[in-house]
């Protein structure tokens, strides 16, 4: 059974940064070949998706974080990093990992199509207020 656990949440000024890490787990599992991304649900609002790596280090960002996040990834130690800064107060939401089994270009056909990924961890709160 796979699991993805997601830290480094928690509450900042507007302006600041978080990282948050997700670590996966799972019998013989390796991330290595998989894609990885960062969703994000705010109060009363849809999952939104924010930010994807492929595993040869292709990236895509949802516009209203482009320049301000950044993910990256640990394949030897499965662990998918978002690095966030210039922090805003709507960018206050709950934020997901996730991964999948599909290949860069099928992975960005979900994330179109609003389908669901292979895997989900249960979430990280960050909090941007004064």
């Known amino acids: 059974q796979v699991q993805l656990v997601e830290s480094g949440g928690g509450l900042v000024q507007p302006g600041g940064s978080l990282r948050l890490s997700c670590v996966v787990s799972?019998?013989?599992?390796?991330?290595?070949?998989?894609?990885m991304g960062w969703y994000r649900q705010a109060p009363g609002k849809e999952r939104e998706f924010v930010a994807l790596?492929?595993?040869?280090?292709?990236?895509n960002y949802a516009d209203s974080v482009k320049g301000r996040f950044t993910i990256s990834r640990d394949n030897a130690n499965n662990t998918l990093f978002l690095q966030m800064n210039s922090l805003k107060p709507e960018d206050t939401a709950v934020y997901y990992c996730?991964?999948?089994?599909?290949?860069?270009?099928?992975?960005?056909?979900?994330?179109?199509?609003?389908?669901?990924?292979?895997?989900w961890g249960k979430g990280t709160l960050v909090t941007v207020s004064s």
């Open positions: 996730a991964a999948d089994k599909g290949n860069y270009y099928s992975v960005l056909e979900k994330i179109a199509n609003h389908y669901e990924l292979d895997y």
């Open positions: 799972g019998s013989g599992f390796s991330i290595n070949a998989m894609g």
């Open positions: 790596r492929n595993s040869g280090g292709r990236t």
